[in-house]
């Protein structure tokens, strides 16, 4: 993903705003950790089993799930980032609106309901089910863990930075203790509660997120009287770019390089979600197939209404901001909603405008809070249930060992994820969510489509897939603008970056496709058909589902 859509939150807030109004958004801050942690330790005392742990015990109706759902899909890249890449480049910041949202619709038509019905808690399951055992999970649980991680990385890193310039907290120190705190928290919710705990957390989450977007989208077409085209009018004049400002081709489309960069990152946009396995892990705690198509109308209710939204958010901000304004406060723009909250909340120094703003850095500091759990849950499900359950101890691990072993798991990725995220708290974290989209488009998604749908997959078609994938994506990451050779990139300096796009998703999803293909055509390997029919059967009516 580029760093206008993707590099997560750094708001520079006006001086006198968060200066004077501090306590207040200590207070909403507090507020909402205080009651995420009583939510978490009330469900924790309701987690009893590996079931409970992994999957909420499959108790949760149609819209909570819908609710959850919407909560762990809407990031802060899509609340901050969006709005910001809107501000800066107009159509083509709207576009990533859209393709989040045509993201969002894939995932459901191709994975969603299938993978509920063949798997118990992890996406190892579908794959191991056809398959032998012991690679395939190891595979699975290396790219999920992988993914995971450098999504969380991108979470933490601007999770410190955004409290810590919230808090006025400038020093190293201070930096890497919120990162730190982030962390804890991180490993509290998952640890103590679990699938059931983190789930109602987004719930919460995503209740803050929609009711924060609306308030921001009425009080911004209240300015402009509801008119839609006197909203788009004024950005188009106050973005200094006129009518080029209403139309494709401000920031892709100027050189044959952005055009392609602008392909591959939507091809990683929109197939990379149906490979997330945070948002994939969501859809085994219901407990009926119905429920699970209950929750995904729930879930496109919800997210179109928000991504709708954000179109409001962008273009308002465009409007009623100068452009250098926004630059001067991050170069990606991702501060254009709290800039735009403040201004329409009275402007610097107002009391409006202050409660505003605390208000939208509490929600997104929430958002950021509650996406971190379900990837860590994600990564430590993983672990436990397909590397420590069936690969090291070969399926015969108790539940409650497993259940012991993903909280360990989830300690240790915390620890992992405090130390990266504090080494990268002055990176650019564009290139760490580019490579997680890359990597569950090249890698897991394949491999899902071809178990699903395929009978002559094999196990050697599984690992080319999975490894080729993981492997292809995170070399041209690392040898892309988005590492080096740019004043944005992660090592500005240096200079190694022979990849001309930002985003691989061009070459290592068909790749990973490819790779596939081949693998399972040059396997000696004979596939089980009689397996695939009732993978088949499984996937489609759910019958035999956990």
């Known amino acids: 993903?580029?760093?206008?859509?993707?590099?997560?939150?750094?708001?520079?807030?006006?001086?006198?705003?968060?200066?004077?109004?501090?306590?207040?958004?200590?207070?909403?801050?507090?507020?909402?950790?205080?009651?995420?942690?009583?939510?978490?330790?009330?469900?924790?005392?309701q987690t009893k089993d590996a079931a409970d742990f992994y999957a909420g015990g499959r108790q949760f109706t149609g819209f909570q799930n819908g609710l959850a759902v919407s909560g762990d899909y809407m990031s802060a890249a899509s609340f901050l980032g969006i709005a910001g890449a809107i501000a800066l480049f107009g159509y083509d910041g709207f576009l990533y609106s859209i393709?989040?949202?045509?993201?969002?619709?894939?995932?459901?038509?191709?994975?969603?309901?299938?993978?509920?019905?063949?798997?118990?808690?992890?996406?190892?399951?579908?794959?191991?089910?056809?398959?032998?055992?012991?690679?395939?999970?190891?595979?699975?649980?290396?790219?999920t863990i992988v993914v995971s991680i450098f999504y969380l990385l991108a979470q933490m890193a601007g999770a410190g930075v955004l409290v810590s310039l919230l808090l006025g907290i400038t020093s190293d120190?201070?930096?890497?203790?919120?990162?730190?705190?982030?962390?804890?928290?991180?490993?509290?919710?998952?640890?103590?509660?679990?699938?059931?705990?983190?789930?109602?957390?987004?719930?919460?989450?995503?209740?803050?997120?929609?009711?924060?977007?609306?308030?921001?989208?009425?009080?911004?077409?209240?300015?402009?009287?509801?008119?839609?085209?006197?909203?788009?009018?004024?950005?188009?004049?106050?973005?200094?770019?006129?009518?080029?400002?209403?139309?494709?081709?401000?920031?892709?489309?100027?050189?044959?390089?952005?055009?392609?960069?602008?392909?591959?990152?939507?091809?990683?946009?929109?197939?990379?979600?149906a490979g997330l396995p945070h948002i994939l892990i969501r859809f085994y705690t219901v407990p009926t197939a119905k429920a699970a198509r209950k929750s995904v109308n729930w879930a496109i209710g919800i997210i179109g209404a928000f991504y709708l939204m954000t179109i409001v958010l962008g273009f308002g901000a465009a409007a009623i901001l100068k452009p250098g304004d926004i630059i001067a406060s991050n170069k990606a723009g991702n501060t254009a909603a709290p800039l735009a909250a403040l201004e329409i909340g009275g402007g610097s120094g107002s009391t409006g405008g202050a409660i505003l703003l605390a208000v939208i850095s509490a929600v997104a500091f929430a958002t950021i809070l509650a996406v971190v759990a379900g990837l860590t849950l994600a990564s430590s499900s993983s672990f436990a249930h397909d590397i420590y359950a069936n690969v090291i101890r070969k399926g015969r691990a108790t539940e409650k060992e497993e259940v012991r072993a993903a909280k360990w798991a989830t300690v240790a990725i915390g620890i992992v994820s405090i130390g990266l995220g504090a080494l990268a708290r002055d990176l650019n974290v564009a290139g760490l969510v580019a490579l997680a989209f890359a990597v569950a488009a090249s890698a897991n998604l394949p491999t899902i489509l071809y178990s699903l749908f395929w009978k002559r997959f094999t196990t050697q078609g599984a690992l080319w897939s999975i490894y080729g994938g993981l492997v292809s994506s995170v070399l041209l990451v690392l040898f892309s603008p988005v590492v080096s050779s740019k004043p944005t990139s992660m090592f500005p300096d240096a200079d190694f970056a022979w990849f001309p796009l930002e985003n691989p998703g061009l070459i290592s999803i068909p790749l990973g496709f490819l790779l596939g293909w081949l693998g399972s055509l040059l396997s000696k390997e004979e596939p089980d058909k009689g397996k695939y029919a009732e993978l088949e059967v499984k996937s489609l009516t759910g019958v035999g589902a956990h």
């Open 173 to 273: 120190g201070g930096k890497i203790a919120i990162v730190a705190l982030v962390g804890l928290l991180m490993i509290v919710y998952v640890t103590i509660g679990g699938m059931k705990g983190t789930t109602w957390v987004q719930m919460v989450k995503a209740v803050l997120l929609i009711a924060g977007t609306v308030l921001i989208t009425f009080l911004i077409l209240l300015k402009f009287h509801f008119n839609i085209s006197d909203l788009l009018g004024s950005a188009a004049e106050n973005s200094g770019k006129g009518k080029a400002f209403l139309e494709p081709g401000l920031k892709y489309g100027a050189t044959s390089t952005s055009k392609l960069d602008f392909i591959s990152l939507g091809i990683a946009l929109v197939l990379g979600t």
């Open 99 to 143: 393709g989040f949202l045509v993201a969002w619709l894939v995932a459901l038509l191709l994975v969603a309901e299938p993978l509920r019905n063949s798997g118990r808690y992890t996406m190892g399951d579908v794959l191991a089910y056809r398959m032998r055992q012991r690679p395939v999970r190891t595979a699975a649980g290396a790219s």
């Open 1 to 45: 993903m580029s760093a206008a859509h993707a590099a997560y939150p750094t708001v520079q807030l006006a001086a006198e705003g968060a200066s004077e109004h501090r306590p207040l958004i200590i207070t909403l801050f507090a507020c909402f950790v205080v009651a995420t942690l009583f939510i978490t330790v009330w469900a924790g005392r």
